[in-house]
Structure formats: structure tokens, C-alpha cells
């Protein structure tokens, strides 16, 4: 919930950064929600559509891009739900049906996420009326090359999913599989700022008032992994490491490591940008930074999340 301005009929659960915010909307004639979570948080992402819907149905389910975090509880609202329309961006639909956890990164990311339907499309360059209003649906790539934003003009409020946050953005996937993407991430930043949005209803963390500086920060965070890609891998290490600790809150250290070993993205990050360090050793390192940082914590054989 948030002190911002947001229009008639939206409600935004904000929740940790294990699951993506939930954006529901409450229409005169129908329902949706934008974004449904992290897997192991499914139970409660119901349990608020159900309270806020007072035993009204959800109609629609939109995904703002296919991630575990965004998609986790597209199941269990699906199974709740059973005349629920889901709608996902047309770039990897065809990794959904079939299913295909690995090239939907489930299995690379070494991360959670049911199996689900989808019955439609949103298409970059269309709208789609949610709450009695037109939102528009932009193409957003850099964080994942598939994803959309959604925009509403007469309030300028702007769904931004993971392409931009109150401060900074999602990592850039693309680019630790070799792919260049820090020039989509660029231009959906110029696409941010020439819709102008007054709100915006990020991915992860507080709903927002724009303002310059917002995009002034997040360009200087890119320019400087654009002069430096392995700065930005190893903070991807680190941001998967500690999504994985958010997840089980504990476990043994051992587990841990075995858990990044059997992930192929760590040792995809590992060979392209520092291959002259053993992977345990990388591991450790990265762990250390994040008790430094106190967003993990060593006890004994256990490491926790902090
Ligand atoms: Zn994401």
C-alpha cells in the first residue's frame, strides 16, 4: 500500500523482494492483476486477491515478463481461478506451451516456478483497458528481452516491472548469457522518461513520484557496468545467491555451494568474467560480501539469510 496518487480501483501489494509487487485492479465489470510472485509465497498472494476481491472473481492475469519472481503464483491463482484469463508477453509463450523450464530460466537461475497456462498475448503497441482505463503496453527489453511496461496516460501512472526502481533496476540477464543488452536497457530508460510518468509502480520495492533523479542515478549505475561488464556479473552472483537465501531463509553451507554448482548460471557468470578463481573460492568471496553488506549471516555449518 503506498501514499502515492494511484487511480480508481488499483491496489498495490507490496511485497518482499523474494516476490515481485502485485498490482490488482477493480474494475466496474471485471478484475485483473498485474504480476503474481515467488512460488513459496503463492498461499499468501491468494490469500490478498481473495480479501481485496470480497468474493468477486479475478478475471484476467498479466505478467510483465516471465521470471520465477513475477510467475510464481500464476498456478495456484490459475487452480483458485478457473475461468482466469492469463496473458504473458508474445516473446517466449512458445517456451510456456510447451513447457520449458530451462530456457525460461527456471532451471539456470536454480530457481522455483510451477507449471502454468497462458491464454493470450499482450502485444507491445496495444492497450488494454484494466479498472475501466486504457493502460498502453510497452516493449521494455534490457532486464529481460521479452518484457512489457504498462502506462496510463491520464494519470501518467507506469507499471515499470523490473526495468527501473525507485533505485536502480533488475540485473540484465542477456548479458551474463552473452548477449549485449545494456543498450536496451538504455533506450527503455529513454522510453521511461519520455512517457513521463507522475507514479511509478515498480517490479520490487515502494511505489513512487517520479522525478529526474530517479533516471539520473539508475544511467549512472548502467554507464558504470558499461565500462566494467564483470562489475555487473559479480552483482548478479550476488543478487542470485542472495535471492536463494531469501527462499530457504537457511540452510547448510555446504548445501549452499553444492545448490550454486548444480546452477549453470554460476558457472556460465563464472567462466565469462572470472575463470581464474576456483568456483568455492568465488562462492566464499561473493558470500562474504553479502555478511558484509549484513544481508546474510554465518552460524557454524549454517548460513541464513539476513
Ligand atoms: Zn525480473
Not at 487511480?7 to 466496474?28: K, M, Q, Y
Not at 556460465?268 to 549484513?294: C, G, H, K, N
Request: proline share 6%; net charge negative.
Amino acid at each position: 500500500m503506498t501514499g502515492e496518487r494511484l487511480p480508481a480501483g488499483l491496489l498495490v501489494f507490496e511485497r518482499g523482494w523474494l516476490s515481485s509487487n502485485n498490482i490488482l485492479f477493480r474494475g466496474t465489470e471485471s478484475s485483473a492483476i498485474v504480476d503474481s510472485g515467488y512460488a513459496t509465497h503463492a498461499e499468501q498472494t491468494v490469500d490478498l486477491v481473495e480479501v481485496a476481491l470480497q468474493g468477486r472473481s479475478l478475471d484476467t492475469l498479466l505478467n510483465t515478463h516471465l521470471h520465477s519472481d513475477h510467475c510464481g503464483g500464476n498456478s495456484a491463482l490459475q487452480a483458485v481461478y478457473p475461468g482466469l484469463q492469463t496473458l504473458i508477453p508474445p516473446g517466449q509463450a512458445h517456451l510456456v506451451s510447451p513447457w520449458d523450464p530451462s530456457a525460461l530460466t527456471y532451471v539456470p537461475t536454480g530457481q522455483l516456478c510451477p507449471q502454468y497456462q497462458f491464454t493470450g498475448v499482450i502485444t507491445p503497441g496495444c492497450e488494454i483497458e484494466l479498472a475501466d482505463k486504457l493502460w498502453q503496453i510497452h516493449a521494455a527489453p534490457g532486464h529481460d528481452p521479452d518484457s512489457v511496461i504498462l502506462f496510463e496516460p491520464q494519470s501518467r501512472t507506469l507499471i515499470s516491472a523490473d526495468a527501473l526502481w525507485e533505485s536502480g533496476f533488475g540485473v540484465v540477464f542477456p548479458e551474463l548469457e552473452g548477449s549485449n543488452a545494456f543498450d536496451e536497457v538504455a533506450a527503455t530508460f529513454d522510453l521511461i522518461e519520455n512517457l513521463a510518468p507522475r507514479t511509478v509502480i515498480p517490479g520490487h520495492g515502494p511505489v513512487f513520484g517520479y522525478r529526474p533523479q530517479v533516471l539520473a542515478s539508475a544511467r549512472q549505475r548502467l554507464n558504470a557496468f558499461v565500462n566494467n561488464p564483470s562489475r555487473h556479473a559479480h552483482h548478479a552472483a550476488k543478487v542470485l545467491l542472495k535471492f536463494k537465501l531469501l527462499e530457504q531463509q537457511k540452510l547448510l553451507f555446504v548445501d549452499f555451494l553444492e545448490w550454486a554448482r548444480r546452477t549453470s548460471y554460476f558457472q556460465q557468470i563464472r567462466e565469462a568474467f572470472f575463470a581464474s578463481i576456483p568456483f568455492e573460492d568465488w562462492v566464499a568471496q561473493l558470500t562474504a560480501e553479502l555478511e558484509r553488506s549484513a544481508v546474510a549471516r554465518r552460524d557454524g555449518d549454517l548460513i541464513l539469510n539476513a
